[in-house]
């Protein structure tokens, strides 16, 4: 009996066995968890498709999801709106852990612009977006260092390595003259900065770079428009809690290197003369932390229901600099909070952020370059423990300096705005908005009677005190409407702005106090201000903006997209005869790809061409420009009675107006390779018109010498281009690469018309500071902005005296040289800007690194130019660069007084490897109360090539004179950080 039981088993299981090879296995059940590569969050509503059949099912909001598949050999797809759908054989498998990668080319990705979104199939203007998974990791400023290096034609730079420095901000050049060239930042549609809102707590930046896209801002638009998206949650789903911790320590990337005391005393037995007063002191020790550590905590609290969500956000910063008395502590709170009522027809958001920040504002220029200057072979204090000190001109204990003052910076920002956004009818919706911000700020400082402005100019105790407080309204209204009939598809939008600013402020002096007990808190004990030796100012200013704009956008098919807008609108700041101006913008697009010759080209994914015509203006800062301006002056006797002087310092100008920006841009947008493969293309021309200017004029019948004018005329040029290449998308492997490279060039076309003309054909800007006292840029009519000025170095003679070459090309000594001889030495404004991005991810894994450059420039080295000097008098007290000491041309040390020569003027370029950032999504087994772990550690600002000479080649690009490297820099910094996200 039990051999015929096993034989009937053996051939039961042969059949078995049998069937699988004629009908393939059975079915099986196959679970699995979806997330985001890279941040291991789970993924709710992700459809799981069986290939090549219906069978499908979505992920939980766990991200987790279970599908039957018909066999073992079966492949499902994994789809997410906004990521790149992955293939995965399950054969052997019966869990699956599926991480999905964001689309960076995903057509169907929704972009933000001015007073919408739009899909980015349908852009026709010049936008750039970049996503929350896209942003530079690790420690980050604000929310500009996000997309440092990922925006082609967007410049941001970092010159300074101090907590409290931000980064600067440029979009397309330079396109004026007096006004500011920051884009405007908009948060959740808000006007804000970029400081505004912590970096943590972003979801998207989108960059308006274009004038047709720009151009429905009006006068605030001119610079480009960044429009900061921040997190918020879509109704439904479970509560989640995300903790997000990181700690940095900081070295400085590259230190000036000044003799140290052992090479003070070496050069002075060689023959130069030098005190040697018997110490060994590192002056920039002293005044230096030995490791700066700063941390972040970012705890973010979401859920709710369909009805209603919210977002809750808690950010705390303290982040240490290089320097003692130098540090940033910042406190951010946000709230945002969506109510849906009557059947989701309305809609009701509330946001409120709230940001406080202080700093110990001890540390200044004036103590770092102590701390390099001054002798190393002195004492910190002398024989009885006090601050040493030494009656010799420009020569201060720097740790004296910086101990005996108490600073003390703070403010405090709030951010209120509510909207209710109303489905009145099909296809038409209508939305009011209305925002409050207020800041305040007070700056404290004092000095002790230890200080030197005591011990050396007799202060006896010196204190000041500025407080600011500002204002923000803002409402707006607008009404959109949608509506597609046959090919056709047309959305309209309307509205009306108002927004009025206040802002004011009050500072005081004071010196000569009884105790140093009061700091910068009881200032009216002080004696000189009753002296009237002191000082006391207030200011304020009021200015309104209304705006009445609207825009539609039509498409046909598909394939061809025209876009039109206009803004009117109004400023209180302009002059009687132009308080309103009009902004028009057209764009249009033709969808290449869709067309019948070209749909079946399977190569091809997509193809765009773009044009855009669009208008903005520019308002200066200052709200009363078209006003006549009385200064007060000193009191006269008149039979008695002093009698307080006015005198005028601006003429008024009824005819003041905006600064009119016209910009025409041609841009491609393809992708082929099944979207693997993509790039962006833009070629633009901005020309600025009515461009304000100071023009001389005479007196009487003007009450002053100048007037401002709108007179000028400056054209900006350029190319960007942006690629994306999907490189490898495998389960356990991938590779994303993005690249972008601008051009930009500019020229000053005119500053004179028939009413108004400058006396000479070009004007100077910049300044180099005592000794030399000498301008450094020239802008010459019909020249580009950044031009160096100055006199063109050749040799040196036997004497260690510069050799200049002359107007006349000739050889002369620099000390004959006339203002005639100086040249052109180059510019400071980077011609090619290029970044290059790359992630890689393997099962767990992911790094990323940014690279990113900029060539074609030159900087003015002003450590260089003021101690690169073996010049007696110059040697004798203070310390110099141990290259003061190098051969100059090869021949012999120099010994010329300090002087502003070409061979100061270095190349720029530079190429950095600026963020390095590894992380690991921790495997979690079963664990039902921490969705992910993510652990990460990254590196900022790791390396440099470059052939400059000096701290760091990135330095200011703002205003009329870029590429200026100013000798009291904070240096720039190298930061580790090690951080750990964890979501529950």
Same mark, same amino acid.
């Given at each position: 009996?039990?051999?015929?039981?096993?034989?009937?088993?053996?051939?039961?299981?042969?059949?078995?066995?049998?069937?699988?090879?004629?009908?393939?296995?059975?079915?099986?059940?196959?679970?699995?968890?979806?997330?985001?590569?890279?941040? *291991? =969050?789970?993924? &709710?509503?992700?459809t799981? +498709?069986?290939? @090549?059949?219906? %069978? #499908?099912?979505?992920?939980?909001? $766990? /991200?987790?999801?279970?599908?039957?598949?018909?066999?073992?050999?079966?492949?499902?797809?994994?789809?997410?709106?906004?990521?790149?759908?992955?293939?995965?054989?399950?054969?052997?498998?019966?869990?699956?852990?599926?991480?999905?990668?964001?689309?960076?080319?995903?057509?169907?990705?929704?972009?933000?612009?001015?007073?919408?979104?739009?899909?980015?199939?349908?852009?026709?203007?010049?936008?750039?977006?970049?996503?929350?998974?896209?942003?530079?990791?690790?420690?980050?400023?604000?929310?500009?260092?996000l997309?440092?290096?990922?925006?082609?034609?967007?410049?941001?730079?970092?010159?300074?390595?101090?907590?409290?420095? *931000? =980064?600067?901000? &440029?979009?397309?050049?330079? +396109?004026?003259? @007096?006004?500011s %060239? #920051?884009?405007?930042?908009?948060? $959740? /549609?808000?006007?804000?900065?970029?400081?505004?809102?912590?970096?943590?707590?972003?979801?998207?930046?989108?960059?308006?770079?274009?004038?047709?896209?720009?151009?429905?801002?009006?006068?605030?638009?001119?610079?480009?428009?960044?429009?900061?998206?921040?997190?918020?949650?879509q109704?439904?789903?479970?509560?989640?809690?995300?903790?997000?911790?990181?700690a940095?320590?900081?070295?400085?990337?590259?230190?000036?290197?000044?003799?140290?005391?052992?090479?003070?005393?070496?050069?002075?037995?060689?023959?130069?003369p030098?005190?040697?007063?018997?110490?060994?002191?590192?002056?920039?020790?002293?005044?230096?932390?030995?490791?700066?550590?700063?941390?972040?905590?970012?705890?973010?609290?979401?859920?709710?229901?369909?009805?209603?969500?919210?977002?809750?956000?808690?950010?705390?910063?303290?982040?240490?600099?290089?320097?003692?008395?130098?540090?940033?502590?910042?406190?951010?709170?946000?709230?945002?909070?969506?109510?849906?009522?009557?059947?989701?027809?309305?809609?009701?958001?509330l946001?409120?952020?709230?940001?406080?920040?202080?700093?110990?504002?001890?540390?200044?220029s004036?103590?770092?370059?102590?701390?390099?200057?001054?002798?190393?072979?002195?004492?910190?204090?002398?024989f009885?423990?006090?601050?040493?000190?030494?009656?010799?001109?420009?020569?201060?204990?720097?740790?004296?300096?910086?101990?005996?003052?108490?600073?003390?910076?703070?403010s405090?920002?709030?951010?209120?705005?509510?909207?209710?956004?109303?489905?009145i009818a099909?296809?038409?919706?209508?939305?009011?908005?209305?925002?409050?911000?207020?800041?305040?700020?007070?700056?404290?400082?004092?000095?002790?009677?230890?200080?030197?402005?005591?011990?050396?100019?007799?202060?006896?105790?010196?204190?000041?005190?500025?407080?600011?407080?500002s204002?923000?309204?803002?409402?707006?209204?607008?009404?959109?409407?949608?509506?597609s009939?046959?090919?056709?598809?047309?959305?309209?939008?309307?509205?009306?702005?108002?927004?009025?600013?206040?802002?004011?402020?009050?500072?005081?002096?004071?010196?000569?106090f009884?105790?140093?007990?009061?700091?910068?808190?009881?200032?009216?004990?002080?004696?000189?201000?009753?002296?009237?030796?002191a000082?006391?100012?207030?200011?304020?200013?009021?200015?309104?903006?209304?705006?009445?704009?609207?825009?539609?956008?039509?498409?046909?098919?598909?394939?061809?997209?025209?876009?039109?807008?206009?803004?009117?609108?109004?400023?209180?700041?302009?002059?009687?005869?132009?308080?309103?101006?009009?902004?028009?913008?057209?764009?249009?697009?033709?969808?290449?790809?869709?067309?019948s010759?070209l749909?079946?080209?399977?190569?091809?994914?997509?193809?765009?061409?773009?044009?855009?015509?669009?208008?903005?203006?520019?308002?200066?800062?200052?709200?009363?420009?078209?006003?006549?301006?009385?200064?007060y002056g000193?009191?006269?006797?008149?039979?008695?009675?002093?009698?307080?002087?006015l005198?005028?310092?601006?003429?008024p100008?009824?005819?003041?107006?905006?600064?009119?920006?016209?910009?025409?841009?041609?841009?491609?947008?393809?992708?082929?390779?099944?979207?693997?493969?993509?790039?962006?293309?833009?070629?633009?021309?901005?020309?600025?018109?009515?461009?304000?200017?100071?023009?001389?004029?005479?007196?009487?019948?003007?009450?002053?010498?100048?007037?401002?004018?709108?007179?000028?005329?400056?054209?900006?040029?350029?190319?960007?281009?942006?690629?994306?290449?999907?490189?490898?998308?495998?389960?356990?492997?991938?590779?994303?690469?993005?690249?972008?490279?601008?051009?930009?060039?500019?020229?000053?076309?005119?500053l004179?018309?028939?009413?108004?003309?400058?006396?000479?054909s070009?004007?100077?800007?910049?300044?180099?500071?005592?000794p030399?006292?000498?301008?450094?840029?020239?802008?010459?009519?019909?020249?580009?902005?950044?031009?160096?000025?100055?006199?063109?170095?050749?040799?040196?003679?036997?004497?260690?005296?510069?050799?200049?070459?002359?107007?006349?090309?000739?050889?002369?000594?620099?000390?004959?040289?006339?203002?005639?001889?100086?040249?052109?030495?180059?510019?400071?404004?980077?011609?090619?800007?290029?970044?290059?991005?790359?992630?890689?991810?393997?099962?767990?894994?992911?790094?990323?690194?940014?690279?990113?450059?900029?060539?074609?420039?030159q900087?003015?080295?002003?450590?260089?130019?003021?101690?690169?000097?073996?010049?007696?008098?110059?040697?004798?007290?203070?310390?110099?660069?141990?290259?003061?000491?190098?051969?100059?041309?090869?021949?012999?040390r120099?010994?010329?007084?300090?002087?502003?020569?070409?061979?100061?003027?270095?190349?720029?370029?530079?190429?950095?490897?600026?963020?390095?950032?590894?992380?690991?999504?921790?495997?979690?087994?079963?664990?039902?109360?921490?969705?992910?772990?993510?652990l990460?550690a990254?590196?900022?600002?790791?390396?440099?090539?470059?052939?400059?000479?000096?701290?760091?080649?990135?330095?200011n690009?703002?205003?009329?004179?870029?590429?200026?490297?100013?000798?009291?820099?904070?240096?720039?910094?190298?930061?580790?950080?090690?951080?750990?996200?964890?979501?529950?």
């Amino acid at each position: 009996m039990k051999n015929l039981l096993g034989c009937f088993l053996l051939l039961s299981m042969l059949l078995v066995n049998a069937a699988n090879a004629r009908w393939g296995s059975p079915p099986k059940t196959v679970t699995g968890v979806v997330t985001d590569a890279s941040s *291991g =969050t789970p993924l &709710q509503g992700a459809t799981v +498709t069986v290939k @090549n059949t219906t %069978t #499908a099912t979505s992920s939980d909001a $766990d /991200g987790k999801f279970s599908i039957t598949v018909p066999s073992d050999d079966a492949v499902v797809d994994i789809t997410f709106v906004g990521y790149v759908t992955l293939s995965v054989p399950v054969k052997g498998l019966s869990t699956l852990s599926v991480k999905l990668n964001k689309d960076i080319n995903s057509l169907d990705e929704v972009v933000v612009v001015g007073y919408g979104t739009q899909k980015k199939a349908d852009l026709t203007s010049a936008v750039s977006s970049v996503k929350q998974e896209s942003f530079v990791k690790g420690f980050v400023r604000d929310a500009a260092q996000l997309i440092q290096g990922k925006v082609a034609g967007l410049s941001v730079s970092t010159s300074s390595g101090s907590p409290t420095a *931000g =980064t600067q901000i &440029q979009l397309r050049g330079i +396109t004026t003259l @007096n006004a500011s %060239t #920051a884009p405007l930042v908009l948060i $959740d /549609g808000v006007p804000g900065n970029l400081n505004s809102v912590s970096p943590e707590d972003i979801e998207s930046i989108d960059v308006l770079k274009d004038g047709s896209a720009a151009a429905i801002y009006g006068t605030r638009g001119t610079n480009g428009v960044i429009l900061i998206t921040t997190r918020k949650i879509q109704g439904g789903g479970k509560s989640v809690v995300e903790y997000n911790t990181y700690a940095s320590i900081q070295t400085i990337a590259r230190r000036p290197r000044f003799l140290n005391a052992a090479e003070f005393r070496q050069f002075g037995k060689e023959g130069y003369p030098f005190i040697d007063y018997g110490m060994n002191t590192d002056w920039f020790e002293t005044i230096s932390r030995p490791t700066p550590f700063s941390q972040t905590h970012n705890l973010t609290f979401q859920g709710g229901n369909r009805q209603t969500s919210y977002t809750a956000n808690v950010n705390y910063r303290n982040w240490e600099g290089m320097f003692l008395k130098s540090v940033n502590r910042q406190v951010t709170l946000r709230a945002d909070v969506n109510h849906a009522m009557l059947d989701g027809k309305v809609k009701v958001n509330l946001n409120v952020i709230s940001r406080q920040r202080n700093d110990d504002g001890g540390f200044n220029s004036y103590i770092y370059r102590q701390s390099v200057i001054r002798n190393p072979t002195d004492s910190v204090y002398d024989f009885q423990g006090r601050w040493k000190e030494r009656n010799i001109y420009f020569y201060d204990n720097p740790l004296a300096y910086l101990m005996e003052t108490i600073a003390r910076n703070e403010s405090q920002e709030t951010r209120l705005s509510a909207s209710v956004t109303a489905n009145i009818a099909r296809g038409l919706n209508a939305k009011l908005l209305v925002a409050n911000v207020q800041s305040e700020s007070m700056s404290g400082f004092s000095e002790t009677k230890k200080h030197v402005s005591t011990t050396k100019n007799g202060r006896n105790g010196n204190a000041s005190r500025s407080t600011s407080a500002s204002e923000d309204n803002l409402l707006e209204f607008t009404m959109d409407y949608t509506k597609s009939f046959g090919k056709h598809r047309v959305v309209a939008l309307a509205g009306y702005s108002y927004q009025d600013q206040r802002y004011e402020d009050f500072s005081v002096s004071n010196w000569d106090f009884p105790t140093d007990e009061y700091s910068y808190n009881r200032l009216q004990a002080g004696n000189a201000l009753g002296r009237g030796e002191a000082s006391m100012s207030s200011f304020q200013s009021l200015s309104k903006l209304i705006g009445f704009f609207g825009r539609v956008n039509y498409n046909f098919g598909d394939k061809y997209l025209l876009s039109a807008s206009v803004r009117r609108e109004g400023s209180s700041k302009f002059g009687a005869n132009h308080k309103w101006g009009t902004f028009p913008a057209i764009s249009a697009a033709w969808r290449v790809k869709n067309e019948s010759f070209l749909r079946d080209v399977n190569f091809i994914h997509d193809l765009k061409l773009r044009a855009g015509f669009g208008v903005t203006g520019i308002a200066p800062g200052d709200a009363y420009l078209s006003q006549t301006s009385l200064n007060y002056g000193t009191r006269f006797l008149d039979n008695g009675v002093w009698i307080q002087s006015l005198s005028p310092v601006r003429n008024p100008n009824p005819d003041l107006r905006w600064e009119r920006k016209e910009e025409v841009n041609f841009g491609i947008d393809l992708s082929i390779l099944k979207g693997k493969l993509s790039t962006t293309i833009d070629i633009y021309k901005r020309t600025t018109r009515d461009m304000l200017y100071n023009y001389s004029v005479p007196v009487p019948p003007y009450l002053f010498n100048s007037i401002l004018a709108n007179v000028g005329v400056m054209e900006n040029k350029g190319v960007e281009v942006l690629v994306n290449y999907n490189a490898i998308q495998k389960k356990d492997f991938s590779w994303e690469t993005s690249v972008n490279f601008s051009t930009n060039s500019n020229k000053l076309v005119s500053l004179s018309n028939n009413l108004f003309r400058t006396t000479a054909s070009f004007f100077t800007a910049g300044g180099t500071g005592e000794p030399v006292q000498d301008y450094t840029h020239r802008v010459d009519i019909g020249g580009p902005i950044g031009n160096f000025h100055g006199y063109k170095s050749v040799d040196i003679d036997a004497n260690g005296l510069w050799i200049i070459e002359g107007k006349d090309g000739k050889p002369k000594p620099y000390s004959q040289a006339v203002q005639e001889d100086k040249k052109i030495l180059g510019n400071g404004l980077p011609k090619y800007y290029a970044g290059w991005n790359n992630t890689v991810r393997y099962k767990d894994w992911d790094l990323s690194v940014l690279m990113r450059g900029a060539f074609g420039f030159q900087i003015l080295n002003f450590q260089r130019m003021f101690y690169e000097n073996s010049q007696p008098q110059i040697l004798g007290n203070y310390n110099v660069l141990l290259s003061a000491f190098d051969k100059v041309y090869g021949k012999t040390r120099l010994t010329n007084s300090q002087a502003y020569v070409s061979y100061y003027v270095e190349n720029g370029d530079y190429w950095k490897v600026d963020n390095i950032t590894l992380g690991y999504n921790v495997k979690l087994k079963s664990n039902k109360y921490v969705k992910s772990l993510r652990l990460y550690a990254s590196g900022l600002n790791m390396f440099t090539i470059t052939g400059y000479k000096g701290i760091d080649p990135e330095v200011n690009r703002g205003g009329l004179a870029p590429g200026n490297d100013e000798r009291d820099k904070y240096p720039t910094t190298r930061t580790f950080t090690f951080g750990a996200l964890v979501t529950l």
